[in-house]
């Protein structure tokens, strides 16, 4: 099982960094305990709103923002368009199934002058089936590349890093980053 809390502890950093450089920054979040942590530990007052499917905490600039809820029942219009997209961790994180939708909403929230990048796993999925699951180059393309141009940035050497509750270390592990940007 990934560990939610330190996924989102990584993204505390990002959230901070961002948002202290003047940015608006957006998250989306499953674990409601670690946005309250993430406010807490930066000190940062918040408001919480409630919406039909989701629970918004953000600041009271409005420049941070943290959906607490379900990604894909979240509205895409009280999302809006994003001029920049950092997934590390989401398209892992799902179920294969729902890749399709996932690269459905990515589509519909990313403005044409989006800088998106996605960061996602190659492994041998026989010697372990995930989570976090494997998301090859071809199957990368497959749901992005009729919308966006995919260009390879950045391969981490994962090998022998423990992973998951098993503990499972893989001699070919890879993090892979990858620019989209539309045709």
Known sequence: MIDSYRCLQYFVRSYSRLYDLGHTVVG???????????????????????GDSFTLFQTPDTRLQIYSGDLFKIPTKVLGKFNAIW????????????????????????SESCKYLVSVLHYNQEK??????????????KLFGDTFDI?????????????????????????????????
Do not use: T
């Not at 995930?130 to 998301?135: T, Y």
């Not at 090859?136 to 393309?141: D, G, H, P, S, T």
């Open 28 to 50: 989306i979040e499953c674990i409601q305990h670690g946005i309250l942590e993430f406010f807490e530990e930066q000190s940062l007052e918040y408001i919480q709103e409630e």
């Open 151 to 183: 260009e390879e940035v950045d391969r981490l050497d994962r090998a022998n890093i423990p992973m998951g509750a098993e503990k499972i270390s893989l001699e070919e592990f890879w993090e892979v980053v990858y620019y989209l940007r539309y045709k």
């Open 87 to 110: 997934d590390r961790g989401s398209l892992v994180a799902i179920d294969k199934e729902d890749r399709k939708l996932y690269a459905k909403l990515m589509k519909e929230v990313a």
């Open 128 to 141: 372990f089936a995930g989570p976090p699951r494997n998301v090859c180059k071809k199957e990368l393309f």
